[in-house]
């Protein structure tokens, strides 16, 4: 009598076969996930033409966060999602909070297609992240105010001097670029330095919201000055308010002017990862900070061969700041703490 179980046998040790090599192959990536803290309408145009760029292949799907506490937010997102990810691209106007998915391990190292010379600390020391299109931390002075160029503040640390007593402004340090500005102090100046620098501008300085809210103060004549980022600053020059924008710590005993970079990165465990990367090799270019630059934010280019320079820069160069952000991101933790009890609601 035949044996009428052979095929079916046969069929049963072939299937999973079918199946093991089934699961190999690579799905087809038709759709890539942004986690953006830059505002959308800077970001989404930039996205868009990477839309363009792959024939609408590949679909952006981007998710926005417009909350005051938007960077950290989308960062204790991305903690939270670490065992089922759902984020592709993190897209951070800022770099501190950046730095602490790295160190979490939850970033995928990229070959990023840069200068061979990109600024000190505005690329991971283990290719995780990139910096690019930054925004300067500079001082917006009242013109009405303070009529006399001579008699403006020079540095950020003016913010602590008894002379400016309740006549400048900084945002409440512990969001945004502000809390990146102070990890950097910290890491320039050492603990004791920075914790007596921030007690005193507590003490000294009107304490605000946020950048955008130190901005429309110094315009309004509020304060006659503030610490703030070159994108608010510009915007309420542009608005025709009598405001100038004075970068700071200039001189040659001075540290320099910080410039905080906008960041990417690809997660380690992205459920898109080609798309991932294909996105971000597509943002970190030149043409990406020309259309930044020339945008209404005037973002600063990093690439050497965008010509085009924002409104926002002065005739003359700028000092900058040589940070370093990842050691800085090291202390931002207790840092927070205590600055979370010097800059009391």
Known sequence: ????????????????????VGGCVP????????YSALDQEFAAPMLSSFDRHVDSEIKVNAR??????????????????????VCDLFWNNEIIHTVRLQKAGLL????????????AGCIASDGTWCGFAARARVLIVNKKLLPDPDQWPTSVLDLADPKWKGQGAIARPLFGTTATHAAVLENQLGQEKADALFREIQQNAVTLSGNKQVAQAVSAGQVAWGLTDTDDAVIERDLGFPVAIVYPDQQPDQMGTLRIPNTLAVLKDAPHPVAAEQLALFLMSPETEKRLAMGNSSQIPLFRSV???????PEESVRWLDADFEAAADRWEPLAERLNGIFVD
């Open 1 to 20: 009598m035949p044996n009428t179980k052979r095929p079916l046998d046969c069929c049963r040790l072939i299937a999973p076969l079918i199946l093991l």
């Open 27 to 34: 799905r087809p990536e038709n759709e890539v996930v942004v």
């Open 64 to 85: 926005f966060d417009i909350e005051s506490t938007k960077t950290i937010g989308l960062v204790n997102r991305i903690l939270g999602e670490r065992d089922r990810p």
């Open 108 to 119: 995928k190292e990229i070959d990023w297609p840069v200068d061979t010379v990109w600024p």
């Open 307 to 313: 010509k085009e320079q924002p409104r926002v820069l």
